[in-house]
């Protein structure tokens, strides 16, 4: 597919594809800037936001108590989670421990600025980080878990269950943004060569706005529980990365040959 490039030059395997990043912010900012390095363009159109917890006065005490010090351990389960707190400018003590479910929720809080502790190893779902947590802390640590509205509490549950004080906050509920007409055109004509799915909330709002998903356009989705989850809604996909992470996803539709050359810049 690549014409052969000079000795100085990095190999550009994504040159001429347009590729639709779902999330703004931070990391999408990031996504956009791995996408360009590889060769592509970036089409940066958030299908997801947050919006307030309908109990803010809770939310902003446990954010004030972390400020303070008063946990052990903060646990983050999505790339939203993220942004919520870095909207509060939320402050993290060095004696608070940070776990992150997985590459892509580690991404964003560095990102912003937040370092990270804990990632697990094999299991990227609260499932896998509750697992490694309760075998790292075998004596009863005070943590705080924030989480979307609609998430179930399998994380406090089995910290719970394990001995540890728990303090569980709903941080976020989950919102579709529709995007531009111009957007909703561009991946129906087939301009949009690829569609990055990178979490089930993701998944649901490509399947509701996009009416006509052709074949020629790649869907690709961030490791094998998002996959999972898009197949729920009803959405194809066309590849899954092996690893939760961006890099992982982005070479997993590096792999495909683009599938036709259209003028970007068209009208």
């Known amino acids: ?95 608070t421990k940070v776990a992150a479910v997985g590459e892509t929720t580690a991404a964003a809080l560095q990102a912003v600025g937040y370092r990270v502790d804990l990632v697990p190893e094999r299991d990227n779902s609260a499932g896998g980080m509750a697992e490694q947590l309760i075998a790292l802390e075998p004596e009863p640590r005070s943590i705080l878990t924030l989480r979307s509205e609609i998430a179930k509490p399998v994380l406090t549950n089995r910290l719970t269950e394990a001995g540890h004080r728990v303090r569980s906050v709903v941080a976020y509920r989950t919102v579709g943004v529709p995007v531009t007409e111009r957007i909703a055109e561009d991946v129906r004509s087939g301009r949009i060569n690829a569609i990055l799915v990178t979490s089930g909330s993701v998944a649901e709002q490509v399947r509701a706005q996009f ?47 683009l599938p036709h050359a259209t003028d970007e810049f068209a009208l």
């Open 1 to 95: 597919m690549n014409n052969t490039s000079p000795a100085h030059a990095a190999p550009k395997p994504l040159k001429g594809w347009r590729v639709l990043v779902p999330r703004g912010g931070p990391w999408g900012d990031g996504v956009a800037a791995s996408l360009r390095r590889q060769g592509a363009t970036p089409v940066i159109a958030p299908l997801i936001n947050f919006a307030p917890s309908t109990d803010q006065a809770t939310l902003e005490r446990a954010i004030a108590d972390l400020g303070a010090g008063a946990f052990d351990w903060l646990t983050v389960t999505s790339a939203t989670t993220v942004d919520v707190l870095y909207a509060y400018r939320a402050v993290i003590p060095a004696g």
């Open 211 to 257: 009416d006509h998903i052709p074949e020629t356009t790649l869907v690709a989705a961030i490791g094998p529980r998002t996959a999972k989850d898009a197949a729920k809604t009803g959405l194809g996909v066309d590849v899954v990365a092996p690893q939760q992470t961006v890099d992982a996803l982005i070479d997993a539709v590096a792999r495909f040959a």
